[in-house]
């Protein structure tokens, strides 16, 4: 039996950093040895995540590169925006394999970083060294990788809905919508305000980001070009669902003319090939849809589809755990790829449900 | 001073009737003097809406014709669909006006509406008489009708949000897509079972009638074609959120090709135009957008507006509640204006905020 | 007719002083013409509440005693903790009524303020002059009272279901247990952090202020032990449910011992005798319990009550919407008293239900 | 390596049934090989339970207890009210061990039962046999047994927070008192109506069975009575609050006098050493207090307690998830103690945070 792997969590405290550990402990692989946290620096792990009950004798340290390095073989980096760039360099110096759950690494020009994020990337020149860390999408390229960027929530939602559709060429590539609904621990448990404070939001529903202005946008369009072949341009829209889990995206496309070939059920057998293979995306029978509920907790995303005859545009419904599947299970399913375990390793629990 | 409009709720112990006793209270002008309930006959109001204050005399009657022409001068149909086609002809044989919540006279061709609510209309001769009750659309026609449809309540918001588009001809009719999101008490009190059970949809997002096939889209499509003048289809899907009250339908539409004039600004002083005199809907500064919880208990209709340059489309949002401006205070609204009442008449409260 | 008292909210963009503006606008003989919020200075309203559809012409100002006094016949006070203690004597001193929301003139004497409050009270001289604003117990002396001191939410809850049995002499005073659940915005608008983080707090239950250090504590005590004519001592637990509005408190006592008539039924005759002329009090039949949902949005309290024969010990049960009852509709319950209005103008809406 | 205990549920597609097909996925000493469901009969356990990820091969099966005997050695209860006590014989007599998570074992006197339940007992000759399933409180009879009672929801939360007061003999025992506050799936999925309805109890809280008529009640007190050596009686008032799930009971008892020794430090060691080597039960320290929250999705009760000094009354809140601890955990919990496993096995998982 080999030893465990040694697994630290950069930001531990956070919502996805709390979701690293949970599901971690349920790894038969790898043992958390490190976690750090600048709110709750030299607390207990408990004193951070109030529901944890595995690890409670880790206390939540200061980052420093150098005892990170030495405690650990493999790095989580969940913390605030803007730190992955400055401690990356060290730690893959220190030869340590790295899953970045911020936005650092995930844009490849970092003109366009600093476009959307309003800062200068520090790191360029490691952008090319990381990988994107979409598995259904790109799973060879992260079994070598050393650096992955973890994608964001809504764009896993979108990408796997309309991936196979753009792969196919089936599709008007200038008709993408993408309309994506959130539940609240998206935002993060360190803004506080009135946008997050129970009593404005609870019983509430409401858009932000509209109009082609959410950071997710260009990292939704670089994906699906990718895997279109050409530029493709989408409209995205966020919302604010008072819901703590969850994101459910529906995404509206014009199927370009052919012949025959474009009913549901050749769209579900498209589908159903595309994502042979992969684990974690499940479609729904035809006439059947998901809900974000089926999959809270759990690394699975669910898509629905539905060829709306009248208009010639086919109506793809992903369901996925924002903090599992659009976060920290997905990280560690790329960790899984990365170090050569079993891919589903860690990430087979069924939703807590209802 | 005239003596008060006596009133009727068939169907009160539903939430549309419940809502509409609820209102009434506050107008100056109506007595409340009939309500029947089929689930509650024989019952006082209380046992069927445990939140009233007001007509506490009142018994919950089973449905008379004779009696309710006895008793009132106006009628709201509150109850399930079907009902209205059988009870209207006898109700506006003995004078009384009537404004109808069901979907029962919304659909001015009889085979549109057997095709989408398979079942016979039996009263085809009197959807001439029936006026589609959108008063920021139909206002003229609504004020000298005897039966008055109210609409749907997804239809208002989707209707509202792209009608000055179809109006001023900047979109390309062939690109609608309205993506709503609807809370619980649309689904009605009556309806039980998994789908609306608590532990099931509490902390969930779910789409509904995926694919064109919600009975609200051929509605949509006939008062959005009576607006821009040409037939117009849409893609419409509804979805459900774990809230009690609010609609807030995220519609886009493709800008068609012209010299200027389609930025977010103009696009702002369009809707202020349109909406001119319409005191239930108010247009959003440009960068800000609605959110249900403003509106929630009131009939006013908030729209917020944004063009997406990259893709050269306009994402217009509606928000609205549901059961007031998408049911009882649209009705009244209607009432107010068939009785030469002020428009505004018991429908100036704010929002039940937070 | 009487020109329209003159009405001003200080602390206005509070949830306590939000839904003063949203009650205020159905009274008919009072005007609002003076607004202030630290927050919103120079704002419109409508920034500040953004559900509010009347009163749109106000600005929110900075408070001035001078302007405040020019601008208003009668002002609520509804700002932080101890802000009244410095206003109320100049506004006195120019002649307003006032009705301070706070607890800063809930306590008789003074020690007792600061031992539960941790701050000198500066005006001592003034908590003579001040009259507890719990219409059903002290309604002669709110009419021709200055200063009304607004009761605390859960003290309204508990006062309200305990009272005739004390009245009455039935139960043991040293019995006497509060449990009482409150719902999010109870805790305010400007309090933000991990205790009103909408991810931390929905979908989970807890208490607060556990053995008998919550301040409301003193307060029920010095009512029910004015109502009972002797030193009465509480245990009083609130907790919090994330739902927005409302306060369920569950009381029990021992019933003394005596010669019968000690059942449900006596006890329900007792409270509807008790409670008789209390329009806003109303006692569920034996064998009913009122839920929040009921009240929401009104200013009703619904009290249902139960004897356990096994155990001799009576259940009151009392539910009120902590913004309403438990603030602001209580507050101009008060007003109507001190003013001579009609207990009950502005104050007759139903429950916004579902 | 030993071959999995096989094991059976019936009743699969209720809550208590699927949360048992969620944990024993994780347990690695068992294999699920058998479940039952009227309502799912011949479809896959998907359908019945639609966030389960393992065991997707299973067809849920109407129950036979020959052929539940064939391919189980033990078997979980999880169906209606009364089905345990017909199909318990069967099952013994065929050596299967049981846990059953109904009420129909859990009172050792027959008419005790027929009292509160209203129906006859048709095995009470097994009574004796049943062994009352919590561990905290009962580890070794559990041990060799083989039909164990799993408890009740409330009875688990109320007794694990009481159970050292009485033990140690240090409260009045006439004093007890027990609010417990419940989420939305203790009422299980199958009884629909207004009750359950979502808009009818979102954004509402309520008590039920108040004035010691829930059937907890007996329960509670025959437990707590064979800790404390005598005959206690509660006053027991379950309410139901807007979350999916979750228990927290708030308990009071009036302390009796002694020597010194009372105070809340003095009562925090107390319970630290009543629940030494009990892994699921956790003491808060002193002025910490549980929520819900924190133990969401796990077998956890934590427990927290102050001295109210005014009153001399202790109070004690604890908190579990009514479908875990409160049902399919300690039936879990349970099969390991019977059938030597490790008392943690399968039952180690982290909350759903947040």
């Not at 970045?100 to 970092?110: G, H, M, V």
Request: charge should be negative; aromatic fraction near 8%; proline fraction near 5%.
């Amino acid at each position: 039996m080999n030893p465990k792997l040694k697994v630290g969590i950069v930001g531990v405290s956070g919502y996805g950093g709390g979701e690293l550990a949970r599901l971690l402990a349920a790894h038969p692989d790898v043992e958390l040895t490190y976690v750090t946290s600048s709110t709750y620096t030299g607390q207990p792990l408990r004193a951070a995540l109030p529901g944890i009950t595995t690890s409670l004798e880790l206390t939540c340290e200061t980052f420093d590169a150098t005892i990170c390095a030495d405690h650990c073989d493999f790095v989580f980096l969940a913390g605030e925006a803007g730190l992955a760039m400055h401690v990356v360099p060290q730690l893959l110096e220190a030869g340590k394999k790295i899953v970045d759950l911020s936005a650092d690494f995930r844009l490849e020009d970092p003109n366009i970083y600093q476009e959307w994020y309003k800062a200068e990337h520090t790191a360029p020149h490691l952008l090319e060294d990381a990988v994107y860390g979409l598995p259904e999408i790109n799973r060879i390229a992260i079994e070598t990788a050393r650096l992955v960027a973890n994608p964001g929530c809504h764009v896993t939602a979108a990408v796997l809905a309309l991936a196979p559709l753009l792969d196919a060429k089936l599709v008007d590539t200038s008709s993408l919508i993408v309309n994506s609904l959130s539940g609240v621990s998206g935002a993060g448990r360190s803004k506080f305000g009135l946008d997050y404070h129970f009593a404005e939001i609870n019983e509430s529903i409401r858009p932000y980001g509209v109009g082609g202005v959410h950071r997710h946008t260009p990292e939704i369009e670089q994906t699906l070009s990718q895997i279109a072949g050409e530029p493709v341009t989408i409209s995205f829209t966020p919302h604010l669902v008072p819901v703590t889990r969850g994101i459910l995206a529906t995404t509206y496309a014009n199927l370009t003319p052919r012949d025959g070939g474009g009913g549901a059920s050749d769209l579900y057998e498209l589908y159903q090939d595309f994502y042979l293979g992969a684990w974690f995306v499940e479609i729904s029978e035809p006439g059947s849809f998901p809900a974000t509920k089926h999959v809270t907790g759990t690394n699975y995303c669910q898509i629905g589809l539905a060829v709306d005859e009248r208009t010639n545009r086919v109506v793809v419904i992903s369901a996925i755990d924002n903090l599992v599947k659009g976060a920290a299970g997905q990280a560690i399913q790329n960790m899984n790829l990365m170090c050569g375990f079993d891919e589903t390793a860690g990430l087979t629990l069924s939703a807590v449900w209802p």
